[in-house]
């Protein structure tokens, strides 16, 4: 079991000491530096040695293989200082080697990951070729294709729009194998680029994009490329069942980290916001301008409280976590964005400068977008719940058991992260809607808490009667709008769930503020907002403790994420 006590709060994530003070000009891993990289369309050099130096690409090895892989939290903690300054050094030389080594850590060989292992701890790179660009997220329909010939496995067609691949080692590669219908006709290939004939390979233009300049989305169209079988990562025909359970420690990490890229944003607006003066007071304290930073704190800790969970749920529920993965990677980009767009109100025409103490924000704000879009978008992401959705409604909401404390308790002990667990779908059992029920039961009667509470069920129960009623081609990938709108709905009540979780079993938390009910009572209340519910009277009544925790945290450079450790 791998434990990680309650961080100190003043003492900052090893990534953060190593890249230092983001706002200090004289810094090589300054903000201004990364823009200036930005506007090149590269990544900083500098950021990509230090990170050599630092050995990133053994975060991603499992622990097993003699990395450093054990925790999904913890991973996406070390990616935080990342994504705070730079989403394409975040992408381009970190998470990119995680979407693309996930299915090597489920599937493949020992004689694989090995190699794998061996490639990262050396600060190899290694790229995802999963998407063809006729087909885009839809992989089940590539058209790239892979058969055997004379005891050899021959590539033929184009991958686009993949990160690293003129500069990865390794590349792994979802191909057709088979003509046959269903889902027994795709497969993982791991290419080891050292070793493939290049004459059988055409590197393709890179792709330059308005967000994550720096990352080199390039292409390649194999030519009857012959490789070993041994290639083969899992059995022929395996690949969407390790697509479909690999995926989720991405789709879980991913959104948990890019929570350094909110946290800028609203530093950056905060700062702005002490600083400038009109009508004779700080904007931070002209009303309208102290309600978004307020909600764009509590987003960032619903966000928080949603993809931590989820995280954890990896190691502790990893039978229903293929359906929370999905949810969490969908809401949270969702959040960020609609922050980063009522902050970007706030900060003004300054929301749009690429040079200045402020151009970080519109770097941010165009490299968010991209980010949430990596391997998996929002809309794939709801196609994964809706199938599920209704066999959770009829089975496992409305008194299914609660997930364990644990799996909210912030320093609680995790079994190191095991693939072969990670369930394709998510049974009959729903935790999290059993701790939003028995959270319910133990809130009831207190007036601000329980009437959110009472929201949020009776949400809950509307959402099981309208899965009940959904037509057949309604509970497909191919359903209608109703569809796509319940498993939003449902997104939602699943981050309420956490964020209830979390404020219930954290007793011994470090900050004070977190065992509070103030930030609970506005997290829930903009999420019941989301849903269309009656606001419930005295729930902005604790805005000024969510401000004044703001800017404690702001003034001490503290993270306004849940586990608030100091900055540099």
Not at 74 to 82: D, H, I, N, S
Request: proline share 6%; aromatic share 6%; glycine share 8%.
């Amino acid at each position: 079991m791998s434990t990680a006590p309650y961080d100190d709060p003043d003492t900052p994530e090893p990534l953060e000491t190593l890249l230092g003070d983001p706002e200090d000009r004289d810094n090589p891993f300054s903000f201004d530096a990364f823009l200036a990289a930005d506007d090149r369309g590269d990544l900083l050099q500098a950021g990509e040695r230090a990170l050599d130096a630092y050995g990133l690409g053994s975060e991603f090895v499992p622990v097993r293989i003699g990395g450093r892989l054990d925790r999904a939290d913890r991973l996406a903690r070390v990616l935080r200082p990342l994504f705070r300054r730079d989403g394409s050094l975040a992408l381009g030389h970190g998470a990119s080697n995680l979407v693309g080594s996930v299915n090597v850590w489920s599937q493949g060989s020992p004689e694989q990951q090995r190699w794998l292992a061996d490639v990262l701890r050396r600060n190899g790179r290694v790229a995802a070729a999963y998407t063809d660009m006729s087909t885009g997220n839809d992989v089940a329909h590539t058209a790239f294709r892979g058969e055997m010939r004379a005891n050899k496995l021959v590539l033929s067609g184009r991958k686009e729009i993949i990160n690293n691949l003129a500069r990865a080692e390794a590349v792994t590669v979802l191909a057709r194998t088979s003509d046959a219908p269903g889902s027994r006709s795709h497969s993982m290939v791991l290419v080891d680029m050292a070793t493939a004939p290049r004459e059988r390979l055409r590197f393709l233009p890179r792709y330059r994009t308005s967000g994550v300049r720096g990352m080199y989305l390039g292409g390649m169209e194999f030519l009857d490329c012959p490789l070993p079988a041994s290639a083969l990562t899992g059995a022929p025909g395996q690949a969407m069942e390790t697509i479909l359970r690999a995926f989720q420690v991405t789709r879980a990490v991913l959104p948990a980290a890019a929570v350094g890229m909110a946290d800028q944003q609203l530093r950056t607006v905060t700062d702005f916001a002490v600083h400038r003066r009109l009508y004779g007071r700080a904007v931070a304290e002209l009303p309208h301008a102290r309600s978004v930073l307020v909600g764009a704190f509590l987003d960032l800790l619903i966000a928080d409280c949603f993809a931590t969970s989820v995280c954890r749920a990896l190691h502790l529920l990893p039978g229903q976590t293929s359906v929370y993965a999905a949810a969490v990677k969908y809401l949270a980009p969702r959040l960020f964005h609609e922050s980063g767009q009522a902050l970007s109100v706030v900060l003004g025409a300054r929301s749009f400068l690429r040079e200045g103490p402020h151009a970080i924000f519109q770097k941010h704000a165009r490299d968010l977008p991209v980010a949430s879009l990596v391997h998996a978008g929002g809309t794939v992401c709801q196609a994964t719940i809706i199938p599920q959705l209704p066999r959770l409604a009829r089975t496992g909401w409305l008194g299914g058991e609660a997930a364990p404390a644990d799996l909210f308790h912030l320093s609680g002990a995790l079994p190191e992260l095991d693939f072969d667990r990670l369930g394709i779908t998510a049974g009959r059992y729903d935790p999290l809607m059993g701790t939003l029920t028995e959270a319910a039961a133990r809130l009831r009667g207190e007036p601000v808490l329980g009437a959110l509470c009472d929201r949020l069920m009776g949400e809950l129960a509307v959402l099981r009667d309208a899965c009940a009623e959904l037509a057949p081609r309604d509970r497909t990938p191919l359903a209608g709008p109703v569809s796509f709108e319940i498993a939003e709905r449902y997104a939602v009540l699943l981050a309420a769930a956490c964020c209830l979780g979390v404020w219930l079993h954290n007793p011994d938390h470090p900050g004070a503020f977190l065992r509070e009910p103030a930030w609970l009572a506005g997290a829930l209340s903009r999420l019941t907002d989301r849903l269309g519910c009656p606001p419930v009277a005295g729930a902005d009544a604790e805005e000024a403790t969510v401000f004044a925790e703001l800017m404690r945290r702001y003034e001490n450079r503290l993270g306004f994420d849940l586990t608030g450790r100091r900055l540099v």
